[in-house]
Protein backbone atom coordinates (compact mmCIF):
# COMPACT_ATOMS: atom_id res chain seq x y z
CA UNK A 1 0.00 0.00 0.00
CA UNK A 2 1.35 3.00 -1.11
CA UNK A 3 1.29 6.05 1.35
CA UNK A 4 1.88 9.80 1.08
CA UNK A 5 3.26 12.15 3.55
CA UNK A 6 4.28 15.72 3.09
CA UNK A 7 5.50 18.86 5.09
CA UNK A 8 6.79 21.84 4.84
CA UNK A 9 4.05 24.24 5.13
CA UNK A 10 3.34 26.77 7.69
CA UNK A 11 2.49 30.36 7.97
CA UNK A 12 4.27 32.81 5.57
CA UNK A 13 4.12 36.54 4.73
CA UNK A 14 2.90 37.80 1.27
CA UNK A 15 6.08 37.42 -1.44
CA UNK A 16 7.54 34.40 0.74
CA UNK A 17 8.97 31.19 0.13
CA UNK A 18 8.03 27.70 0.88
CA UNK A 19 9.60 24.04 -0.18
CA UNK A 20 6.99 21.13 0.33
CA UNK A 21 8.32 17.71 0.28
CA UNK A 22 6.26 14.60 -0.30
CA UNK A 23 7.86 10.75 1.25
CA UNK A 24 6.23 8.14 -1.11
CA UNK A 25 6.54 4.73 0.90
CA UNK A 26 7.13 2.86 -2.57
CA UNK A 27 9.66 0.64 -4.69
CA UNK A 28 7.58 1.89 -7.88
CA UNK A 29 8.31 5.57 -6.85
CA UNK A 30 10.33 6.65 -10.01
CA UNK A 31 8.01 5.09 -12.61
CA UNK A 32 5.02 7.51 -11.05
CA UNK A 33 3.92 10.61 -12.47
CA UNK A 34 3.62 12.74 -9.65
CA UNK A 35 1.52 15.71 -8.75
CA UNK A 36 1.24 17.97 -6.30
CA UNK A 37 -2.86 19.36 -5.64
CA UNK A 38 -4.12 21.77 -3.15
CA UNK A 39 -7.64 22.63 -1.71
CA UNK A 40 -8.78 25.78 -0.26
CA UNK A 41 -11.72 25.98 1.95
CA UNK A 42 -14.84 25.28 0.12
CA UNK A 43 -12.75 24.26 -3.10
CA UNK A 44 -12.13 21.35 -4.65
CA UNK A 45 -8.92 19.98 -4.95
CA UNK A 46 -6.85 21.13 -8.37
CA UNK A 47 -3.77 19.96 -9.66
CA UNK A 48 -1.20 22.90 -9.16
CA UNK A 49 1.86 21.00 -10.79
CA UNK A 50 2.86 17.66 -12.66
CA UNK A 51 5.93 16.03 -13.04
CA UNK A 52 6.22 13.24 -15.26
CA UNK A 53 8.72 9.97 -14.53
CA UNK A 54 10.96 11.30 -17.04
CA UNK A 55 10.86 14.59 -15.68
CA UNK A 56 8.95 17.23 -18.42
CA UNK A 57 6.92 19.44 -15.57
CA UNK A 58 3.90 21.31 -16.38
CA UNK A 59 2.08 24.07 -14.39
CA UNK A 60 -1.44 25.47 -13.58
CA UNK A 61 -1.28 29.00 -14.80
CA UNK A 62 -2.49 30.61 -11.54
CA UNK A 63 1.46 29.36 -9.92
CA UNK A 64 3.48 29.26 -13.33
CA UNK A 65 6.59 31.01 -13.03
CA UNK A 66 6.54 31.00 -8.90
CA UNK A 67 6.71 27.29 -8.30
CA UNK A 68 8.57 24.47 -9.36
CA UNK A 69 8.24 20.87 -8.72
CA UNK A 70 11.27 18.32 -8.34
CA UNK A 71 11.76 14.58 -8.02
CA UNK A 72 14.50 12.79 -5.94
CA UNK A 73 14.20 9.34 -7.38
CA UNK A 74 16.79 8.07 -4.27
CA UNK A 75 14.71 9.22 -1.91
CA UNK A 76 11.46 8.82 -3.14
CA UNK A 77 10.33 12.29 -2.73
CA UNK A 78 8.73 15.30 -4.93
CA UNK A 79 9.17 18.83 -3.57
CA UNK A 80 7.36 22.06 -4.81
CA UNK A 81 9.38 25.33 -4.49
CA UNK A 82 7.09 28.07 -3.96
CA UNK A 83 8.08 31.33 -4.23
CA UNK A 84 6.23 35.01 -4.06
CA UNK A 85 3.16 33.48 -2.20
CA UNK A 86 -0.14 35.33 -2.63
CA UNK A 87 -2.63 34.81 -0.09
CA UNK A 88 -4.44 33.33 -2.92
CA UNK A 89 -1.96 30.15 -2.38
CA UNK A 90 -3.50 29.11 0.93
CA UNK A 91 -4.32 25.82 0.94
CA UNK A 92 -3.55 22.25 1.99
CA UNK A 93 -1.07 20.95 -0.41
CA UNK A 94 -1.19 17.25 -1.32
CA UNK A 95 0.99 15.02 -3.79
CA UNK A 96 -0.51 11.90 -5.13
CA UNK A 97 0.41 9.78 -8.47
CA UNK A 98 -1.07 10.93 -11.05
CA UNK A 99 -3.47 8.55 -13.49
CA UNK A 100 -3.37 5.86 -10.76
CA UNK A 101 -4.34 8.28 -7.48
CA UNK A 102 -3.51 6.36 -4.39
CA UNK A 103 -5.05 7.25 -0.69
CA UNK A 104 -4.47 10.96 0.12
CA UNK A 105 -2.26 11.57 2.87
CA UNK A 106 -3.68 14.05 5.70
CA UNK A 107 -1.50 17.48 3.36
CA UNK A 108 0.12 20.10 4.86
CA UNK A 109 -1.53 23.59 5.45
CA UNK A 110 -0.06 26.85 4.00
CA UNK A 111 -1.36 29.72 5.17
CA UNK A 112 -0.21 33.03 3.63
CA UNK A 113 -1.14 36.33 5.43
CA UNK A 114 0.44 39.37 6.35
Known amino acids: QVQLVESGGGLVQPGGSLRLSCVVS????????MGWYRQAPGKQRELVAF???????TYDDPVKGRFTISRDNAKNTVYLQMNSLKPEDTAVYYC????????WGQGTQVIVSS
Open 26 to 33: TRSFAMFD
Open 51 to 57: IARSRST
Open 96 to 103: NVVGATKA
